[in-house]
């Protein structure tokens, strides 16, 4: 028998559960105790990839998909900058840009001062809607390109 799919396996479910707990309420606390420090396996495409010493980063393209933050403001998201683990640079210098990747990602700590998911009003009057995540790893430690 085949598991459901939850939102910590699958990015469509994920937008489609946050789009939702941001119209029930939209406090970063709230979407804070629900999402916070939750692991997440999702896939995507690796479109940046910057392992220096100082600020390791790996970006990774997710399908689009659209959040509305208010009546009037969405946020468009395209995919994120995952800070990768430490212990999984080596892994994630195996793979290039343009790999497919199937990744693990913790979302940051409801107790963080620095919420997991926050709506972040600018003075142009947009609203964006970050996502923190951390101690990314790849789960193929070869190119999957062949993934569906």
């Known amino acids: 028998m085949n598991e459901p799919i939850n939102w910590t396996t699958s990015w469509d479910v994920f937008t ?8 029930e309420n939209r406090s970063t606390q709230s979407l804070a105790a629900f999402f916070g420090g939750k692991l ?7 479109d ?3 392992l220096d010493d100082l600020s390791p980063s790996i970006g990774i393209a997710l399908p689009e ?3 509305h933050i208010n009546n009037t403001d969405k946020a468009r998201l395209v995919g994120i900058s995952l800070p990768p683990a430490s212990d999984a640079i080596d892994q994630w210098a195996r793979l ?3 790999d497919r990747v199937i990744f ?8 963080s001062p620095f919420p997991p998911i926050e709506p972040i009003q600018l003075s ?3 609203t964006i809607l970050r996502i923190r995540m ?3 790893r790849p789960l193929n430690p070869a190119p999957c390109n062949q993934m569906p």
């Open 16 to 23: 489609n559960l946050l789009q939702d707990k941001i119209a």
């Open 40 to 46: 997440v396996q999702w896939k995507g495409i690796i």
């Open 48 to 50: 940046d990839m910057d």
């Open 65 to 67: 998909r659209i959040i």
């Open 96 to 98: 290039k840009v343009g």
């Open 104 to 111: 693990q990602a913790v979302l940051g700590r409801a107790d």
């Open 124 to 126: 142009s009057d947009r």
């Open 134 to 136: 951390g101690n990314g």
